[in-house]
């Protein structure tokens, strides 16, 4: 079954500290991962998308098929990085996503 | 170019009636996709649509439904509404696979 996994529901850190958000996935073909963003009172966002490789707001993802995970890292969290982050899975030729349940990144001055 | 836009933004039924809520997709994007978010079960596919055709559905009850128009603005549908349909129901484009653009999504209430 496709299944993804953030095992924490609150990360609390304080601002300069590095942050780790947990993302495992569950899917036997090659996956597209990505981690979505949603800020207080905004819409739901891409944020990072696993084949783009790029670096958003100081944060990047790499995928891990030998232990099939996507883990979020960003080397010094900020207080504006506080918000709800989603890893999400697209598998194969469907057009859906499949989300992780999310974690509340909390980042205290 | 505009995000894609929800409509109406809120809504209180009762239960067993019905409801639609409308999607507007980002100009040129021929997927839409819907979501279901709970706390409980946090953000569930619902279906997609892509060309005025359902590509791929998820595992909701048959009173939850769906069409696309060929200007690929979407609605969907809840029949007989339950308490447990409450939640905000989220619509996202896509030009054909991959990313989506997600709206601010339709709160609804059932009593």
């Known amino acids: 079954a496709q299944r993804v996994t953030q095992p924490e529901k609150l990360l609390s850190v304080f601002k300069g500290a590095p942050v780790e958000l947990k993302c495992n996935y569950s899917y036997s073909g090659s996956p597209e991962l990505f981690w979505y963003v949603q800020y207080s009172r905004q819409r739901l966002q891409l944020l990072l998308r696993h084949i783009s490789r790029e670096s958003i707001k100081g944060f990047t993802a790499d995928l891990n098929k030998g232990e099939t995970s996507f883990h979020l890292k960003k080397p010094f969290a900020q207080e504006e990085d506080s918000a709800m982050y989603y890893c999400a899975l697209m598998a194969g030729s469907q057009g859906n996503l499949i989300f992780g349940k999310g974690t509340k990144l909390s980042v205290k001055p | 170019k505009a995000g894609v836009t929800q409509t109406p933004r809120y809504l209180i039924k009762t239960r067993g009636q019905q409801v639609t809520l409308s999607c507007s997709p980002i100009s040129g994007h021929r997927s839409v996709s819907w979501y279901q978010q709970t706390p409980g079960q946090g953000l569930q596919f619902l279906f997609e649509y892509f060309s005025e055709t359902q590509r791929n559905k998820g595992n909701f009850p048959g009173r939850f439904s769906g069409r696309q128009f060929s200007n690929s603005r979407s609605e969907m549908n809840v029949s007989t509404l339950e308490l447990g349909d409450s939640a905000l129901y989220l619509c996202?484009?896509?030009?054909?696979?991959?990313?989506?653009?997600f709206g601010p999504g339709t709160r609804l209430t059932v009593t």
């Open positions: 996202a484009s896509s030009p054909d696979w991959g990313e989506q653009y």
